[in-house]
């Protein structure tokens, strides 16, 4: 099973590059016409669009692509937005894959992923992953699919 957001993480990049273009739009005619009549209103707009935008940025959706198959679980990702753009991979086998935790944050508002890989009787914890950029349907395949994988292992051992 192979989930990747590509069409999520094109409309997300498209409300990063949007959102500064509407600051700019709604401040420029503020600073070219020198314009008195509404700034509180026009200041007010511009304050809560930076808001909005490092809201989104504080939110970490990543671009991902996840394959989950009998032989390892390769989880690749990087950040949309444009402070955070470094790529990341790792890739469990299969057999070692112990546990998985999604695990709320902001108040539910970041789901971030936690797998666990049991090497000779140590657990060791990965990295968290930030899966919001995930649709609902490839989010539930997701959660099934390691789900499943948790399962055998433990039938194994």
Do not use: Q
């Not at 709604?26 to 007010?44: N, Y």
């Not at 990341?88 to 999604?102: L, N, P, Q, R, T």
Request: avoid cysteine; aromatic fraction near 12%; glycine fraction near 8%.
């Amino acid at each position: 099973m192979e989930i990747e957001n590509r069409k999520n993480a094109r409309h997300i990049k498209l409300v990063f590059f949007a959102i500064p273009f509407l600051f700019v739009l709604t401040v420029g005619p503020l600073l070219i016409f020198d314009v008195d009549a509404g700034f509180e209103i026009i200041v007010g707009f511009a304050v809560f669009i930076a808001l909005l935008y490092l809201g989104l940025n504080m939110l970490g959706f990543n671009y991902l692509k996840i394959k989950v198959d009998k032989k390892s679980v390769v989880v690749k990702y990087f950040g949309l937005a444009p402070i955070n753009k470094e790529y990341k991979a790792f890739k469990i086998k299969a057999g070692e894959v112990h546990d998985y935790k999604i695990e709320p944050k902001m108040g539910g508002l970041k789901k971030m992923m936690v797998i666990f890989r049991n090497d000779r009787g140590e657990v060791y914890k990965y990295p968290a992953v930030n899966v919001n950029a995930l649709n609902k349907k490839d989010f539930e395949e997701l959660v099934k699919a390691l789900g499943i994988l948790v399962k055998i292992n433990r039938g194994l051992t």
